[in-house]
């Protein structure tokens, strides 16, 4: 089992910043890939940013250049920095963890976050 606790949403002016982060507790999360989805209002939940293990990362196309995201192994963190916000990522923002081992797939979800970029 891996517990994720999200925390640094908010309420933000176009252009401006956020940085989210993500403590996650549990067995072996250094084996984890962990990331960031977010789910707006009538659309499906999607990829936002994901660091693997071996500290592989990948970003979706609308936030290149935009976000960052970071992984402290020690910490058992992970965050994403978000800079030159749009109204248009405005949305409940999700840490992700998972793993995949020949038997099984293990997956695990925060609560959640609210991202509003609003003036």
């Known amino acids: 089992q891996v517990q994720l606790v999200e925390s640094g949403g908010g309420l933000v002016q176009p252009g401006g910043s956020l940085r989210l982060s993500c403590a996650a507790s549990g067995s072996i999360v250094r084996l984890y890939t962990m990331g960031w989805y977010r789910q707006a209002p009538g659309k499906q939940r999607e990829l936002v940013a994901t660091?693997?293990?071996?500290?592989?990362?990948n970003y979706a196309d609308v936030v290149k250049g935009r976000f960052a995201i970071s992984r402290d192994h020690a910490k058992n963190t992970v965050s994403l920095q978000m800079n030159s916000l749009k109204p248009e990522d405005t949305a409940v923002y999700y840490c992700n963890a998972q793993r995949s081992t020949l038997s099984r797939e293990y997956n695990y979800w925060g609560q959640g976050t609210q991202v509003t970029v609003s003036s």
């Open positions: 660091v693997t293990s071996g500290d592989n990362i």
